[in-house]
């Protein structure tokens, strides 16, 4: 079964930088769409940043567009999020996924549309503050 384990989370000052990690286990990581979704307190999963497999498309949600950077290791089978110059608006817990090989679509709307999918990782929490 495919599994996600996020990490590199923690607690950061506004304008400081993070680093998230996801490693992917069940799957081969190099033919799937990847994202990052963010999740606040009492608000739903949204999109941050999505890559396409062969990883020459990349699309970020406008809030972090310029800051935050989706990249990968097919050959770790690792997915990444470098977030630089961190906001308060930015914290909640961050989780990746991958689509279906079989599900074809654009990175923006993998990112805008995000996943019919209970099958999420524990996530990475993400707290901003001073």
């Known amino acids: 079964q495919s599994q996600f384990v996020e990490s590199g989370g923690g607690l950061v000052q506004p304008g400081g930088s993070l680093r998230l990690s996801c490693a992917a286990s069940?799957?081969?990581?190099?033919?799937?769409?990847i994202g990052w979704f963010r999740q606040a307190p009492g608000k739903e999963r949204e999109g941050v940043a999505c890559m396409s497999n062969t990883g020459d498309s990349t699309y970020y949600s406008a809030s972090v567009k310029g800051r935050f950077t989706i990249s990968r290791d097919d050959g770790k089978n690792t997915a990444y999020l470098k977030m630089n110059n961190l906001k308060a608006e930015n914290a909640g817990v961050y989780y990746c996924a991958a689509d279906r090989e079989s599900v074809s679509r654009t990175v923006q709307t993998m990112c805008e549309t995000g996943l019919r999918t209970n099958n999420w990782g524990q996530g990475t929490q993400v707290t901003v503050s001073s």
């Open positions: 069940g799957f081969r990581l190099r033919y799937r769409r």
